[in-house]
């Protein structure tokens, strides 16, 4: 048997000190402050700009997903979104960890159900995290990007499990308190990909909170309470079933129609409130929450395979031709800051790259021109015949993604640089995303509290944002996938710190990304709505969450 010893947060690479705030308008980093005795009782009213697309954990990390399998689901642990610690929830204590991490035991509570009354027990935990941990093609479900170098689970006793991996695994006690481990009934793990998607909300089946009661797809889904819902994290406010009667979520794409809906007290919260529109928020009885989603920064991925971009000169051109400050400036507020580095500065492994993404024209137009592109007779530079045009994809779950797309083009063209607009809708977007040729110029961020997420976004077996590897299994940069790899294979903080630096300088000193700034989440929402939360990527929690009178 293996040796085992109790080891910190801190010594797995699993904590850091206390984030920056983003709040405005008097609201906390972690929710609204909950003003008199809570009420139990009454129907949130919520506002999301898009509808969901699947419930099934690993791949439910797109917003509106994540806002409602976090309120259907329970974890192993919980993160708090403020010091980013690990604390107990399903699991009765942190995991007994090997000495080189590639085995985590936990020790499960034996009260917990259900919403269709079967036991949340050892042989259902370690069937959740080996459909999570290996993914099932067969049935389209995707393996998660929280969890690397998975082998197998293992059932002790009824109360009891044991994971195991093939190479050091720092990251897996973050990567079970996330929404993308949120535990399933066994009957739930049965279904295929497209019984996860929309159609089949009512029964997916989780230990949370609140359980799916009704959907209209493609515009409404409603949660009601769990009535003898009673293991919520000690940390947590209260201890019991949630305030609320329940949750009706409505999607309502038009920015001015969330606004107005919210601002007019027809609904009690709004998800992704627009720039321009805070200042509505200031008013008497309304609040703004920005919370820090603690990952990749919101930027621009560049396809350097792409035969327009492979050449580097051609690829720091664009960075020093583009003002990010500028964009900033004229799109965003102060609960934006500009990016310093791939990672967000309340990010685990942060560093700073910001000398790599300096705005000089000057140097643009030197590096064009040293990389062969000419400036033709309609302002267009051109090699080989070929025109010097970029594809970049709005980013409909980003802020503003068509705004930024809009200025890059006004600033790169200045230099000869044609910028266009892949549009479309999510399918759409989706569809494009991984073909090689479609989009040049990448615009994404990805939101997740833990070194890992780098490789998340980066890595060839990951989100692939680059297209390091193209469909035909080709690698263009097989040392980035090296580098993206030992962050999640090192034990240890400091080991995780110093792989972490070293892929965010190869991705600098390479051009591959230029990072625009600190993506939040911003939520406007009215003083009748109290108690109000994140979690440490910024998605609503609403155990708390209750309406006053």
Not at 306 to 320: F, G, H, S, V
Not at 346 to 358: C, F, I, M, P, Q
Not at 508 to 533: C, D, H, N, R
């Amino acid at each position: 048997m293996a040796s085992f010893t109790r080891r910190s947060a801190l010594a797995l690479g699993i904590s850091m000190p206390a984030l920056a705030t983003l709040a405005a308008c008097g609201a906390s980093s972690s929710g609204a402050p909950a003003d008199g005795t809570p009420v139990t009782g009454g129907t949130l009213t919520y506002l999301e700009p898009q509808t969901w697309t699947t419930l099934y954990p690993p791949s439910a990390g797109f917003y509106p997903n994540g806002g409602i399998v976090n309120n259907i689901t329970d974890r192993l642990l919980r993160q708090d979104p403020e010091t980013l610690e690990l604390e107990p929830w399903i699991a009765t204590a942190l995991p007994e960890v090997n000495e080189d991490a590639t085995e985590y035991t936990f020790t499960l509570r034996e009260d917990v159900t259900y919403s269709d009354g079967t036991p949340l027990d050892a042989e259902n935990v370690v069937k959740n995290i080996d459909l999570f941990g290996t993914g099932d093609a067969a049935r389209a479900l995707t393996v998660s990007e929280a969890i690397n170098n998975y082998d197998h689970g293992e059932v002790l006793d009824p109360v009891t499990v044991r994971f195991h991996f093939t190479a050091p695994a720092p990251g897996f006690a973050q990567a079970v308190s996330t929404i993308n481990s949120g535990l399933l009934s066994s009957a739930t793990l049965d279904r295929d990909g497209q019984q996860f998607g929309p159609g089949n909300a009512a029964e997916i089946i989780g230990s949370g909170p609140f359980v799916i009661a009704e959907e209209q797809i493609g515009t409404r889904i409603s949660l009601t309470v769990r009535e003898d819902y009673a293991w919520a994290p000690a940390s947590l406010q209260h201890s019991g079933r949630a305030h609320l009667d329940g949750i009706d979520i409505l999607v309502a794409a038009e920015d001015s129609v969330r606004v107005g809906t919210v601002t007019s007290g027809q609904a009690h919260l709004a998800r992704q409130i627009e720039a321009p529109d805070e200042p509505r928020f200031a008013a008497e009885g309304l609040s703004l929450h920005a919370a820090a989603t603690n990952g990749v920064n919101n930027g621009l991925n560049f396809r350097f395979r792409d035969p327009a971009l492979e050449d580097l000169r051609t690829r720091q051109a664009l960075i020093a031709a583009i003002d990010r400050q500028a964009i900033v400036d004229t799109l965003f507020t102060e609960n934006y800051p500009l990016a310093t580095g791939a990672l967000a500065a309340t990010a685990l492994g942060h560093a700073d790259t910001s000398e790599h993404y300096v705005h000089d024209p000057e140097l643009a137009a030197s590096l064009l021109d040293q990389a062969g592109w000419v400036v033709g007779a309609d302002g267009i530079r051109a090699k080989d015949g070929r025109t010097l045009t970029l594809t970049v994809n709005e980013a409909l779950p980003q802020p503003r993604s068509k705004e930024v797309v809009t200025m890059l083009q006004e600033q790169l063209a200045a230099l000869g640089v044609d910028v266009q607009l892949l549009p479309g809708d999510q399918a759409a977007q989706n569809a494009a995303r991984a073909e090689p040729g479609t989009v040049q110029m990448y615009h994404s961020m990805v939101g997740r509290a833990d070194f890992d997420v780098l490789k998340s976004q980066y890595a060839s077996e990951n989100r692939n944002v680059l297209l390091n590897t193209e469909p035909d299994g080709s690698v263009g940069d097989p040392e980035l996938d090296e580098l993206l790899a030992a962050i999640a294979s090192t034990p240890g903080t400091e080991g995780r710190t110093e792989a972490s630096a070293a892929a965010q300088a190869h991705l600098a000193e390479q051009a591959y990304i230029l990072p625009l700034f600190e993506e939040p989440q911003v939520f406007g929402y009215t003083e009748a709505l109290q108690g109000f939360a994140t979690e440490s990527v910024g998605r609503p929690s609403f155990f708390d969450a209750w309406l006053k009178g």
